[in-house]
């Protein structure tokens, strides 16, 4: 299922969507670039979550005080890595959603609260995904987490919302409508797909799966309470 539009008229251009998603497009054509030139997995391992490094900088922090340098230049790894993806089909997943979820809730929350939702929900989750398997040592990276909070507030804002989407049939693309709630789920099921056309990140590639799904769920979770209170 594509989605491509939602039935909810909106009064004000999104902005902070079209950045969004312009500066999404721009890094990961700079990480194509970076994999040209073999530079790739340096750069990710140096901007990507990496739990095991993060949870080490802070264990080591209580020892030695100067270690909190190192703690806050790995933190920042949390907004940035929001910003980095590891395939051709988790951007494109990501921002597909951005752009049909996305600009419904920046018209209705504004520019300002939009960006600073969008921004919290991709740092909360990624403290998720840190908790989940502190251990680990291969890079987190992408949107997903930011992406499932705003498909969880929409939801909760506009349950009866119908989305114009497209089935691919083989060669056949058959036009028809869908319930938001049903992206609920369909979300869930196109991680499974989102290692169609991989960049090379060696050794260990990016985003361990199941870790992804605790992103994934914690994100529509904070999503739907954020819209809950907003309603107050």
């Not at 039935?7 to 994999?35: D, K, S, V």
């Not at 993060?54 to 030695?64: E, R």
Request: proline share 6%; with cysteine.
């Amino acid at each position: 299922m594509i989605p491509i539009n939602d039935n909810i008229h909106i009064r004000h251009r999104p902005i902070i969507n079209y950045w969004l998603i312009g500066i999404n497009i721009a890094i990961f054509l700079w990480e194509i670039q970076l994999e040209l030139g073999d530079k790739l997995a340096e750069f990710i391992f140096s901007w990507g979550i990496i739990p095991a490094q993060i949870t080490g900088a802070i264990t080591s922090a209580f020892v030695n005080p100067a270690a909190w340098i190192v703690v806050c230049w790995r933190l920042i790894c949390l907004p940035l890595g929001m910003f980095l993806h590891g395939s051709f089909s988790q951007i494109l997943g990501n921002l597909l959603f951005l752009w049909v979820f996305g600009k419904t809730l920046e018209n209705i929350l504004g520019h300002k609260r939009y960006l600073g939702f969008y921004l919290l929900s991709g740092i909360l989750t990624g403290i998720i995904q840190i908790l989940a398997e502190p251990s680990l040592t291969v890079p987190l990276i992408g949107a997903n987490g930011a992406i499932a909070s705003i498909l969880g507030a929409y939801v909760m804002k506009f349950p009866q919302a119908k989305i114009d989407s497209i089935l691919p049939l083989i060669f056949v693309y058959i036009p028809v409508e869908l319930p938001a709630f049903v992206y609920l789920f369909w979300w869930f099921i196109q991680q499974f797909f989102y290692g169609i056309g991989s960049l090379n990140i060696p050794p260990v590639g990016v985003n361990q799966f199941s870790i992804a799904y605790w992103a994934q769920a914690g994100g529509l979770l904070i999503g739907a309470v954020f819209m809950r209170f907003q309603r107050r």
